[in-house]
């Protein structure tokens, strides 16, 4: 009986679990680097060369464990370009019983995987995914029977299935959620935490030589510095708890001019991975917490994030798919700017964010949600066309993630499946927690006039052209009292603006 464990370039995870399900002597596993995962969004350069480094690395650290391990090296030219290929041909060279594989990221693998059986006549037996704390079924089963799903209640859930930050049922100090402490603007102090850099070993450096000039990618692959083993990754992990985490509550939602990446981790591309697992990186932040080295608004807001958002949105994907991907609710129909490949708008904001998406293949979440998400929400991005640049330009992205993320928190796309409200805002909120404005070339004080912010007109204009949809959300209340101080004349010249910035859209 000989059986074949493919491993999915996201799933490098030691506790992976079709290395539990196989035996070393007798089974073999197979990793591709593939023509079709690395080309079918134009992927930025570094996610390309994360993916295939940490594989190379995941595969020759198994092969130390005493493992066999066929390994499909990326050729442009390769008549092996997908996962059913890879399969195929391994299957036509060796006798296999039975192919093994873990959950994979995207249902378009999915699908693909499902299709073996008949296509190559081998059964296929699908694994949990181990990467992660909630699974499928039990996701469904709270969510079941529920009028709406959110985020908050499913998070209390996972706070007691861990016991991270409880004290028996009871949250440690008293609450829940300490969101409301996290909303500081930073002014430059205290000193900002950039990641741990890592240079780029041999294992890099042949993979970057090997695609370079290949494939029709996104960005700048000259600042790579992401971690590629499990080992740098746990470096990472111990870096940012020391000098980010302290600060990670208060200036949550802060952005600059100047800073990549003020107090965030960076640890999502390698928890995506499976370099690192969401455990050790919430009992290594609560642990913190408990030494008295960062507060509890910092420690709670993180560990929120990872057993809280990030398992939320994993499971409205796979709830809602495949059916998810085509909401478009607002029934947008605006092309997505060009400038967001090039960065070249006069909006600073924008220009910024997208800067630093191009050198890091990373934005905060902030830049992601109230900047690049804010402006194609406000402007009516068809919601397929931003949903594949953000799946394209961050090397954490990967479908279960960004397309909740972006379809349902950004675009609310999805009707309010995944957010309560869209989380619009005029230029006045980027001002308050940022210093762009300072340095843009237009005004964020104007609504009208050429040299008036394009967020606020383009504000004003969503919730005009929305309010049939919003206006009775009571968290929304506030803003169409804020619409109707405003005369019909000035709501006349708002909406004309806003048709002046879709029209010359990629000039503005
Ligand atoms: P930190 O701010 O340090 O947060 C810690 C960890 O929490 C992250 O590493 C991540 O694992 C997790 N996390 C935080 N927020 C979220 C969230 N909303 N959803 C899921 N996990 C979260 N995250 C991705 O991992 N991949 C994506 O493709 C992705 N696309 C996004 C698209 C949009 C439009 C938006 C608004 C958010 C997206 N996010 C995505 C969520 C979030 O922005 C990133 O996880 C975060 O910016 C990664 O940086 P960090 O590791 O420094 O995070
Ligand atoms: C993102 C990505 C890229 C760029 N390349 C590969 C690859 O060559 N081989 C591979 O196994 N996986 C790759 N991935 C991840 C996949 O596109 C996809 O997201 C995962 O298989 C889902 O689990
Ligand atoms: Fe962005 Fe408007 Fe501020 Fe310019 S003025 S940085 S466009 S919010």
Redesign the pocket.
Known sequence: MARLGLILGDQLNENNAVLEALDREHDCLLMGELVEEASYVQHHIQKIILVFSAMRHYASERREQGWTVHYHEFSPRASVRSFTDLVRSYGRQHPVDEIVVAWPGEWRVLEQIRGWERELGVPVTVLPDTRFLCSLEEFDSWAEGRKQLRMEFFYRQMRRKTAYLMDGEQPVGGQWNYDKANRKPWRGEPPSASPMRFTPDEVVAEVRDRVAGCLDAFGSATDFDYPVTRAQARRALGHFIRTGLPN?GDF?DALHDDED?LF?????AS??LGLLGYQEVCQAAEQAWRDGQAPLNAVEG?IR??IG??EF?RGIYWREMPDYAEGNALNNKQPLPSWYWTGKTQMRCLHKTIDATRRNA????IQ??MVT?NFALLLGVVPKEICDW??AV?A???DW??LP??LG??MHADDGQLASKPYAASGKYIDRMSNYCRACPYSVKETLGDKACPFNALYWDFLVRHRDRFEANPRMKMMYRNVDRKGDEEINQIQKRARWIRDSIESV
């Not at 965030?264 to 999502?268: I, M, P, V």
């Not at 990373?362 to 979440?365: D, G, I, K």
């Open positions: 990670f949550q990446y965030h981790s960076r640890l999502s928890l995506n993180f994030q990872i958002w990030r949105v990373y934005a905060h979440h992601r949600l998400g953000y799946l961050y954490d992205a990967y993630v960004e993320n972006t928190m950004v």
